[in-house]
């Protein structure tokens, strides 16, 4: 993100952006949706029998996530919601 705005680029609450690396060397490690569909080359097969390359207008993201605290506890940060919007 420091990247991109020192370089003039705009960010505005909501902007998706991703960066790094692929998540590993195996399909079945993959982590995002860029990197599931192989930079939407490898369609992602859904339950209701469509298929995804990339997010669409009216997709919903939620991001949640975890991690390890004491004595075998879990810690929350709680989830954050978005819906793709065009302009």
Do not use: C, K, Y
Not at 30 to 54: C, K, Q, V
Request: proline share 5%; aromatic share 4%; hydrophobic share 35%.
């Amino acid at each position: 993100m420091a990247h991109l705005t020192s370089n003039g680029a705009s960010l505005r609450t909501g902007d998706l952006f991703a960066s790094g690396t692929v998540s590993g060397p195996d399909p079945r490690q993959r982590g995002s949706l860029i990197e599931l569909t192989w930079n939407g080359t490898e369609p992602l097969h859904l339950a209701d029998g469509s298929t995804r390359t990339f997010l669409a207008d009216g997709d919903t993201v939620v991001l949640s996530a975890t991690a390890p605290g004491r004595s075998g506890t879990r810690i929350g940060f709680g989830a954050v919601t978005g819906t793709i919007q065009s302009r």
